[in-house]
């Protein structure tokens, strides 16, 4: 896995997957924008600029904060109002989008290009879903949101171009 990670590239994307993952982003920038003003965002918004640390990533809405809680925040965000995306594998479901704001977060941290970006976000939907066809865990009683700490890491070490060994650690 560690190696795929590595190797991936835009260029490896067709012009079909590239458009449907622009889709994918809107989609998750949508609910984002729509979940501002939910009680629950509001408070983990207040508890980030609380604890504020280096600001070194965009908080959707306005603000910055540290790439760690820009992520939890940003994933907040997109994953509020449940209207994301789904994939639905057989004998499992997860969203694929729960990885946008990690990949966000991390790829403007390391300063990375919308190309960049887009491929780290390919990357952690790749890893979510493929382990979702082939390794469904809901029926053994985990939460389907097992496979997406795998597919962040990978998508995350991605956009911070991680070796291979370190990704590897990450994931």
């Given at each position: 896995?560690?190696?795929?990670?590595?190797?991936?590239?835009?260029?490896?994307?067709?012009?079909?997957?590239?458009?449907?993952?622009?889709?994918?982003?809107?989609?998750?920038?949508?609910?984002?924008?729509?979940?501002?003003?939910?009680?629950?965002?509001?408070?983990?918004?207040?508890q980030i600029e609380a604890f504020a640390g280096a600001r070194?990533?965009?908080?959707?809405?306005?603000?910055?904060?540290?790439?760690?809680?820009?992520?939890?925040?940003?994933?907040?965000?997109?994953?509020?109002?449940?209207?994301?995306?789904?994939?639905?594998?057989?004998?499992?479901?997860?969203?694929?989008?729960?990885?946008?704001?990690?990949?966000?977060?991390?790829?403007?941290?390391?300063?990375?290009?919308?190309?960049?970006?887009?491929?780290?976000?390919?990357?952690?939907?790749?890893?979510?879903?493929?382990?979702?066809?082939?390794?469904?865990?809901?029926?053994?009683?985990?939460?389907?949101?097992?496979?997406?700490?795998?597919?962040?890491?990978?998508?995350?070490?991605?956009?911070?171009?991680?070796?291979?060994?370190?990704?590897?650690?990450?994931?």
């Open positions: 896995l560690a190696a795929f990670v590595v190797r991936a590239s835009y260029d490896d994307l067709s012009e079909d997957a590239g458009h449907h993952l622009k889709i994918r982003i809107l989609d998750g920038l949508g609910c984002a924008v729509g979940a501002l003003k939910g009680k629950p965002i509001r408070l983990l918004k207040d070194h990533c965009t908080l959707i809405g306005g603000g910055k904060a540290a790439p760690d809680r820009a992520a939890l925040y940003n994933t907040a965000l997109v994953r509020y109002l449940d209207f994301n995306d789904s994939y639905l594998a057989r004998g499992e479901t997860c969203h694929p989008s729960d990885n946008i704001g990690s990949a966000l977060a991390a790829s403007e941290y390391a300063k990375q290009s919308g190309r960049k970006f887009l491929t780290a976000l390919a990357v952690a939907y790749q890893v979510q879903c493929r382990l979702s066809d082939v390794a469904p865990v809901r029926a053994k009683g985990f939460d389907h949101t097992t496979q997406g700490s795998y597919a962040v890491a990978a998508g995350v070490s991605k956009a911070l171009e991680l070796d291979q060994v370190r990704t590897a650690n990450a994931i």
